[in-house]
């Protein structure tokens, strides 16, 4: 099963709508908690990790949060994503594919995409050829490999899990 790390930052409604579209991965037996992240003092983000029964974690900034939202974590697999992330349709189906394909055998994948890796991303991927990838969101990644220290999620082919801004 999979802990969703949220990074909030503030985005109440992007939280919201991202939040909402895990609730089938819930049901389907594929997601086993969400923790939010606020690397602020967001009253809202406090208020929503209640109301749907999240953890939520405070940190400095990003590095640091998805780094304790890691250490939070109960699940085996981590989905690293942003308020306002919505997965499309398909993503439960092309998780539960992966979680019994896998079963513990990948250090980490981006999420979205196909096999050409997004410009934006050619940072992470250097990151990851030469060392440790900083984490960030749309990763999907082993637990125990993190912990380990191992993270190199530019392996292709991406899982096919597309993404829409919430709104």
């Not at 929503?48 to 998805?66: H, K, M, N, Y």
């Not at 974590?73 to 308020?83: E, I, N, V, Y």
């Amino acid at each position: 099963m999979i802990s969703v790390l949220i990074m909030a930052n503030g985005d109440t409604e992007g939280l919201g709508a991202t939040l909402a579209a895990l609730v089938p991965g819930v049901a389907a037996a594929v997601v086993r908690e969400a923790i939010i992240i606020d690397c602020g003092e967001d009253r809202d983000a406090a208020r929503v990790a209640e109301a749907v029964g999240a953890s939520l974690v405070r940190a400095g900034d990003d590095e640091d949060g998805w780094r304790e939202g890691v250490r939070e974590a109960r699940g085996p697999w981590l989905m690293l994503l942003k308020a306002g992330d919505v997965p499309t349709a398909n993503w439960i189906a092309v998780m539960e594919r992966f979680l019994r394909r896998e079963a513990g055998r990948t250090t980490g994948l981006w999420l979205g995409g196909s096999c050409i890796v997004p410009l934006g991303r050619l940072r992470h991927v250097a990151q990851g050829l030469f060392g440790r990838a900083p984490l960030g969101p749309r990763m999907l990644l082993s637990k125990a490999h993190v912990v380990a220290g191992h993270r190199r999620p530019m392996m292709l082919p991406a899982l096919p899990v597309a993404f829409e801004a919430a709104g």
